[in-house]
């Protein structure tokens, strides 16, 4: 069964604190994202992981980091979190560009 | 750069409604044109993807088609149940970026079904 899980669901967090988010798919896909999704402002994408160790910037980085030391788990990391980085975290993975496969989300709120 | 304009923030149907939602694009290579729905408390999943124009991808009694002429992509279904209400959007392979291939989404379109 092809799935995208992710950890924890729902996270409240002080401003200044460190947030890890953490993403595992079981379907051994090299290429992996991370989105936020904003009302009005649709998915945007934080970062992009080719495999282990291959990372690259998405169109909004700023502000997070990634890290990628398995196949099956991609974790994305906010040091010294903001107010302004409250949202819905989502992550995917794919084999193509066209179909890829979304987590439940992550619901950060930054006080 | 490549970019999608969804304007459509918010539909409201009845059961059995026509529904109809489109976009527009722009990109300077061959566009590959995608639809995802987002169900409540979920992540988006591909619901239909078309790349040729004029020609239909057709899923789940969806329909979608590209005009090259206006640049513009459009979502279809005859008759929409209480089931189909989720957010809906378009997205456009952006194959020029320096990050390699990826998906430019649209900001989504809030589709609600009357029962």
């Known amino acids: 069964d092809m799935k995208v899980t992710q950890m924890p669901r729902y996270l409240i967090k002080r401003m200044g604190e460190n947030v890890l988010l953490e993403c595992g798919q079981d379907?051994?896909?090299?290429?992996m994202y991370w989105y936020r999704q904003d009302p009005g402002l649709g998915l945007q994408l934080i970062y992009i992981?080719?495999?282990?160790?291959?990372?690259s910037e998405g169109d909004i980085p700023k502000g997070y980091r990634v890290s990628r030391k398995k196949r099956e788990h991609f974790s994305l990391i906010l040091d010294s979190a903001k107010t302004n980085q409250t949202s819905v975290y989502f992550c995917?993975?794919?084999?193509?560009?066209?179909?890829?496969?979304f987590g439940p989300g992550t619901r950060l709120t930054v006080l | 750069g490549d970019s999608v304009t969804q304007k459509q923030g918010q539909v409201t149907l009845s059961e059995d409604d026509f529904l109809f939602i489109n976009c527009t694009y722009s990109?300077?290579?061959?566009?590959?044109l995608l639809w995802y729905v987002q169900y409540p408390g979920q992540g988006p999943q591909l619901l239909l993807k078309?790349?040729?124009?004029?020609n239909k991808g057709i899923s789940r009694g969806f329909e979608a088609t590209y005009d090259k002429g206006t640049t513009s992509f459009h979502l279809q279904k005859a008759s929409v149940q209480e089931s189909d209400s989720a957010v809906y959007f378009c997205?456009?392979?952006?194959?020029?970026?320096?990050?390699?291939?990826?998906?430019?989404f649209g900001t989504g379109t809030l589709l609600s079904v009357k029962p």
């Open positions: 995917a993975s794919s084999l193509s560009v066209y179909e890829q496969y």
């Open positions: 379907m051994s896909h090299e290429t």
């Open positions: 992981s080719y495999d282990v160790d291959s990372n």
């Open positions: 990109t300077t290579t061959y566009p590959t």
């Open positions: 078309v790349t040729t124009a004029n």
């Open positions: 997205a456009l392979v952006d194959r020029g970026g320096g990050s390699g291939n990826k998906l430019i």
